[in-house]
């Protein structure tokens, strides 16, 4: 009787373990920590959120015996620390820390056990810890067996949707319940299936989900796994092949390169409604695979198009630099040719390999060596381009001097690094010859221009003279008047004309035509100058209009009357011959404006860029008709008023007439200061 009041004293096991499940907890906690040795946890204990059901499946082990527990939680367990990358002796010592607590938490109690429930209690832990490694041990090989069979399926390095294909018949092979399996690539803003098998394989492939859209375009959006109980039913699945094939469990994951979205894999089954822990495990490990292969895939095609893309590149610059008609080098840092092209080759009268390796000096002529290398070593030094290097030598094929201009710049990586120098020689000796010709011709024409002048204006002056005397005779019948005074006009014309040659030569060779200013009144010169010119053209109205008081400033009075004659006379020559030829000055302020107005076929468009260079009539003879001056009025009109700081323009159109605008400063700026 004793006895058994004894032993009705004593504690239950399972009693205690209900009743401790959270101070069990904490201590659990602890040791976890103190295991650690203060570390934080890369992962979290599993055990944490399932500690108080295996603590009560413990406790009625006890009371009922070991064989009353439950496979499936050892199975979630083993499942899910297999899925976090844990191994077998991780797992071991979660238990290992659990019995200790336990065991510690019974040695702090005053109470002792009944007899034979802590042996209970051992077999029901080592229970549990058999199965769960048990458990573990099995899924870790059956996904080993199925990466391998995976592994297996790469080695002929298939397409991508080949291999997919491979990757997701492996998995129904290892896991019966599956019926049906695809894979989405995320493709724009949707999913597309890509591979599939199983279950409706034709009718799912190409279908299309748009991202945010059904349990598949949720999984993707979310970045998170989806499960359908029934996929048949369910109006979350947009696949209609899956719902008309009458799926039942449904489950899916996003397929992920660590942050980036690859698209998502899912696996269907018509007879279960829900998946095992170990099928989906088994499932996430293809995935994670099939991933990897994507990316690799994407990786390789990248790589594959790159690489095409710098053979094409690489084939179109080889085919430049040797069809190119000028010469083409690539130098490296240290100045040693790398690659050159024949015509480089041949400019340097070496054989095309031989210059690899070799620095310019052992390459090139000696007269030539040293501007090469001072603008080689000069891109090396600043990283900039040098530009128009003007080389000059013996020219082999044609004889006499050669030219050739170099252009020298520095070859970069995509990132900026200094690789080397390149460069490109042209051959200019062609031109340089041809310049040089040309230049002797304009000195030639300019001289002969100045000597003529000078030389034919004395005997004009005596034309003038006499046909001067002769017109103020009194016994001239009206036939010979009229005869002195084509004589007058005529040698008039002629004097313009060798002014202007002499001008034109004054420009070009004795640095600008001179002037002397002076202060005047333009309206008085302009009255004089235009009397003079009625003189010679009594037959044309030529007026001048003044509008504005102050019309003084300084100009060189012969400069000015040159001007407004030679716009006055070509205006004379364009305009027709019942109208008037109208001079209007105007006061605007600082300067004075003198137009030149006349009524006549406008000048064409084509020649208004062009109307102030010398030798450039103001309009296009008529066909079979003769050029009727030397083009160089306009010319010089445009020089005299530079000269004066000011400026000429003109506007035509068939309406309004021709009109020529010029504007004189009252006060022309310094020499210096006027423009080129």
Request: aromatic letters at 4%.
């Amino acid at each position: 009787m004793k006895e058994s009041e004894g032993s009705e004293a004593r504690l239950s096991a399972a009693a205690f373990l209900r009743a401790h499940h959270e101070a069990l907890l904490g201590d659990w906690q602890q040791a976890v920590l103190e295991h650690l040795e203060g570390r934080v946890p890369t992962r979290d204990p599993w055990l944490i959120d399932h500690l108080p059901e295996l603590l009560s499946t413990l406790a009625d082990a006890v009371d009922a015996g070991p064989e009353t527990l439950d496979e499936r939680l050892q199975l979630a367990h083993a499942a899910a620390r297999l899925d976090q990358g844990f191994d077998l002796g991780e797992v071991a010592q979660e238990y290992a820390l659990l019995r200790r607590c336990i065991h510690r938490r019974l040695e702090d109690q005053e109470q002792r056990l009944r007899p034979g429930d802590l042996t209970r209690l051992e077999e029901a832990l080592d229970r549990v810890v058999t199965r769960t490694m048990k458990f573990f041990w099995e899924m870790k090989q059956r996904t080993l067996q199925t990466l391998d069979r995976m592994a297996e399926a790469t080695l002929d390095d298939p397409d991508m949707e080949t291999l997919l294909e491979r990757l997701l018949t492996r998995l129904m092979e290892a896991t019966l319940t599956v019926d049906a399996a695809a894979v989405m690539l995320l493709e724009d803003d949707g999913l597309v299936v890509r591979a599939a098998v199983g279950l409706g394989t034709g009718e799912v492939k190409g279908q299309r989900v748009p991202m945010g859209r059904g349990v598949t375009g949720q999984a993707a959006l979310l970045r998170q796994p989806f499960f359908v109980r029934s996929a048949a039913t369910d109006p979350r699945v947009l696949l209609e092949p899956l719902r008309q094939q009458d799926l039942r469990a449904l489950y899916g994951v996003p397929l992920l390169e660590g942050e980036r979205l690859l698209g998502v894999a899912y696996m269907g089954s018509r007879t279960a409604f829900t998946f095992s822990d170990a099928d989906t495990l088994l499932f996430h490990a293809v995935a994670q695979r099939a991933s990897a292969h994507i990316a690799q895939a994407e990786l390789h095609a990248r790589e594959h198009e790159a690489r095409r893309e710098a053979e094409r590149s690489l084939a179109q610059l080889d085919s430049l630099v040797d069809s190119a008609p000028v010469g083409v080098a690539f130098l490296d840092t240290q100045l040693r040719y790398l690659r050159v092209n024949d015509v480089l080759a041949n400019l340097n009268r070496k054989p095309l390999e031989a210059h690899q390796g070799h620095v310019p000096g052992e390459m090139i002529r000696d007269g030539a060596v040293e501007p090469i290398e001072h603008a080689l070593r000069r891109v090396l030094e600043t990283g900039q381009p040098v530009q128009d290097v003007l080389l000059e030598g013996p020219d082999a094929r044609r004889g006499g001097s050669g030219y050739w201009r170099a252009d020298y710049f520095p070859v970069r990586t995509a990132d900026g690094a200094l690789l080397g120098v390149g460069c490109t020689v042209v051959d200019v000796t062609d031109f340089k010859r041809a310049e040089a010709a040309l230049q002797q011709a304009i000195d030639f024409r300019e001289e002969l221009l100045a000597v003529l002048g000078h030389d034919l204006r004395n005997p004009l002056h005596a034309v003038n003279a006499s046909a001067f005397m002769l017109g103020r005779s009194d016994g001239l019948d009206p036939t010979s008047r009229r005869a002195v005074d084509r004589i007058r006009k005529s040698s008039a014309r002629m004097g313009r004309m060798i002014n202007d040659i002499l001008d034109f030569a004054s420009s070009r060779l004795g640095g600008g035509i001179p002037m002397k200013a002076q202060r005047m009144n333009m309206t008085d010169l302009c009255q004089g100058a235009l009397e003079e010119l009625q003189v010679t053209h009594p037959e044309r109205p030529l007026s001048l209009r003044v509008q504005g008081g102050d019309l003084e400033g300084h100009w060189d009075p012969d400069r000015v009357a040159q001007v407004l004659g030679n716009l006055v006379v070509n205006a004379l020559q364009h305009a027709r011959n019942d109208t008037p030829v109208i001079t209007t000055l105007t006061d605007e302020g600082a300067d004075v404006v003198m137009r030149v107005h006349n009524e006549g076929d406008p000048i064409p468009e084509d020649l208004l860029p062009r109307l102030f260079d010398p030798f450039k009539a103001s309009r296009i003879p008529e066909e079979g008709g003769k050029q009727r001056s030397l083009g160089l009025g306009l010319y010089i009109v445009h020089e005299i008023v530079q000269v004066h700081g000011g400026s000429v323009h003109v506007e035509s159109d068939l309406e309004r007439g021709t009109t020529f605008t010029v504007h004189w400063p009252r006060v022309p700026p310094p020499r210096g200061l006027l423009p080129p």
